[in-house]
């Protein structure tokens, strides 16, 4: 299973980005897919995450902000970021807890990351 992950960049604090996520790799089905992130000298964290048919988890930082959703049939999971402040620049991952694939079952798949700075 791989993943692919785009949409980050740099934005103006108040501003929205939308990041996007594709698994692939002869998938049949997925638990959670969801984002992580990791700011400067901070451990990685949850930013939202949601499953086969909700529903969605956030961390307390992004409530009300950030909306995550996803399409089963694409294996796709996108994440809707507003009123962006600097607190949530960092390097943002896509993940997948579990994933039934042609190759069998398989835990914990990594995105390469995208970067979101939120400038002040």
């Known amino acids: 299973v791989r993943l692919q992950a785009s949409g980050g960049g740099l934005v103006q604090a108040g501003g929205s980005l939308r990041l996007a996520c594709e698994a692939s790799?002869?998938?049949?089905?997925?638990?959670?897919m969801g984002w992580y992130r990791q700011a400067p000298g901070k451990q990685r964290e949850l930013v939202a995450n949601?499953?086969?048919?909700?529903?969605?988890t956030y961390g307390d930082s992004v409530k009300d902000r950030f909306t995550i959703s996803r399409d089963n049939a694409r294996n796709t999971v996108a994440l809707l970021m507003t009123s962006l402040k600097p607190e949530d620049t960092g390097v943002y991952y896509c993940?997948?807890?579990?994933?039934?694939?042609?190759?069998?079952?398989?835990?914990?798949?990594w995105g390469q990351g995208t970067l979101v700075t939120v400038s002040s």
């Open positions: 790799g002869g998938i049949i089905s997925i638990d959670l």
């Open positions: 949601i499953g086969l048919r909700g529903p969605a």
């Open positions: 993940n997948v807890d579990r994933a039934w694939s042609d190759a069998g079952v398989g835990y914990d798949y």
